[in-house]
């Protein structure tokens, strides 16, 4: 209290409650949740919002007796409404590096803090708040659909960084025992169900991995690698502990599949025109990077086919480099379909329909989803019938600045 009152503390929000940070990244204190899903999401959503929760002014409050005058916020909107509410020194660091060093280590601070007994139980809990929490975001939002979109597609793209961060891990941490399946096996999905069917690398026989629908070729690849491998023996505790976090992976890949088709049914009743030209999941992307449906219809073509490339855009005006001839529409089959030198009239094509759809979803409501596909197919074929050869390449000058021809 006396000589620490210049002390500067970093909050940080995570799922299991609010930790409070010294100024060497060490961790002071910190105020839990209660240990209920949807009480957690209730929170973490009030928290999203700006709003100063209880455990967040206890932790500060609590943080203030041992001598902290200063507190960082990873949030503009938090640090601003607790200098209002609590009338204290505020700063802001996004991200905070307490916060990167909590992430980072997220299964380690669930442990020592008590919040769960075993690591891989974060897993699972983590998933329960994320459906508690996407449930929460849907209701409230519920009167804006377009909102209903952009929320339901951001945590499809969060649960596939999840997945990949996990699989990630969960290759290296099996390939001590394995090293040779992680490159036969390229799909995260099958690699997590064939470790945790089957286990051990002696239980991958062929029969085995017929009865998990794998191809007859790829099942004696994988079994005739497991007779020369070079990986480590590993104990029947480590094996099981592969396994009960490579069974919550796949929990994971199920609750994607069930979002995409809840979003898959939302697009067709909001924004049936823009699911028929560029697919339920690249429409909804689009209309989360526009900031919405009528967001989006007010754009014109040539914003829609580069939105998603801003930085490479802004970088080609600075620079006088050549512009990109597509941004998030290049994910389309379209376009991954076409010839390189085709690819940016396919583009234009794609993105004059698809700001066309948003217009008559937003304004309008019926349904001309048929006939602008019908036109853009006719678009592709004229296209790729009237360029079916690369031109020839052009020399590319640079001016050089200050020279006048």
């Known amino acids: 209290m006396m000589e620490g009152r210049d002390l500067k503390a970093t909050i940080v929000v995570c799922v299991m409650g609010i930790f409070g940070f010294g100024e060497a990244n060490e961790l002071v204190d910190k105020a839990l949740f209660p240990k209920d899903p949807k009480e957690i999401a209730e929170r973490l959503g009030k928290i999203e919002r700006g709003k100063v929760v209880d455990e967040i002014a206890t932790l500060i409050e609590r943080l203030q007796r041992k001598g902290y005058a200063s507190f960082v916020f990873e949030s503009l909107?938090?640090?601003?409404?607790?200098?209002?509410?609590?009338?204290?020194?505020?700063?802001?660091?996004?991200?905070?590096r307490a916060?990167?060093?909590?992430?980072?280590?997220?299964?380690?601070?669930?442990?020592?803090?008590?919040f769960v007994k075993r690591a891989a139980e974060l897993t699972d809990w983590t998933r329960k708040v994320s459906?508690?929490?996407?449930?929460?975001?849907?209701?409230k939002a519920i009167e804006k659909r377009d909102s209903v979109i952009v929320q339901a597609i951001q945590t499809i793209d969060d649960l596939d960084k999840t997945l990949n961060l996990f699989m990630s891990r969960m290759r290296e941490w099996y390939g001590?025992?394995?090293?040779?399946?992680d490159r036969i096996v390229d799909k995260h999905e099958t690699y997590a169900r064939l470790?945790?069917?089957?286990?051990?690398?002696?239980?991958?026989?062929?029969?085995?991995?017929?009865?998990?629908?794998?191809?007859?070729?790829?099942?004696?690849?994988?079994?005739?690698?497991?007779?020369?491998?070079?990986?480590?023996?590993?104990?029947?505790?480590?094996?099981?502990?592969?396994?009960?976090?490579?069974?919550?992976?796949l929990n994971l890949y199920d609750a994607r599949q069930s979002l995409e088709k809840y979003l898959n049914a939302i697009m067709e009743k909001v924004a049936p025109n823009i699911s028929e030209i560029a697919g339920p999941l690249l429409g909804a992307r689009l209309i989360a990077l526009a900031g919405?449906?009528?967001?989006?219809?007010?754009?014109?073509?040539?914003?829609?086919?580069?939105?998603?490339?801003?930085?490479?855009?802004?970088?080609?005006?600075r620079t006088g480099t050549r512009p990109p001839k597509h941004g998030l529409i290049f994910q389309h089959n379209l376009i991954q379909e076409a010839k390189p030198w085709q690819r940016g009239k396919v583009a234009r094509g794609l993105?004059?329909?698809?700001?066309?759809?948003?217009?008559v979803d937003a304004f309008?409501?019926?349904?001309?989803?048929?006939?602008?596909?019908?036109?853009?197919?006719?678009?592709?074929?004229?296209?790729?019938?009237k360029y079916t050869r690369s031109p020839p390449k052009k020399a590319h000058r640079r001016m050089k600045r200050g020279r006048r021809g």
């Open 292 to 317: 919405g449906l009528r967001d989006l219809a007010k754009m014109p073509a040539s914003t829609v086919q580069v939105l998603g490339a801003e930085k490479a855009l802004f970088r080609a005006l």
């Open 195 to 249: 470790i945790t069917s089957l286990g051990r690398r002696e239980n991958l026989t062929i029969k085995n991995l017929e009865k998990e629908n794998l191809p007859k070729a790829k099942a004696k690849e994988i079994a005739k690698a497991t007779k020369k491998s070079m990986g480590a023996e590993l104990s029947g505790e480590d094996i099981d502990q592969i396994q009960a976090i490579c069974k919550n992976v």
């Open 131 to 139: 459906i508690e929490l996407t449930r929460m975001r849907v209701k």
């Open 351 to 359: 993105a004059g329909k698809i700001a066309i759809a948003a217009r």
């Open 77 to 96: 909107e938090m640090a601003r409404n607790v200098r209002e509410k609590l009338g204290i020194e505020v700063d802001v660091e996004s991200p905070s």
């Open 99 to 114: 916060g990167e060093l909590l992430r980072g280590n997220l299964e380690k601070f669930a442990v020592d803090a008590g």
């Open 364 to 385: 309008s409501g019926k349904y001309k989803g048929d006939e602008l596909k019908a036109d853009l197919e006719r678009r592709i074929k004229e296209i790729k019938e």
């Open 176 to 181: 001590l025992h394995f090293p040779e399946l």
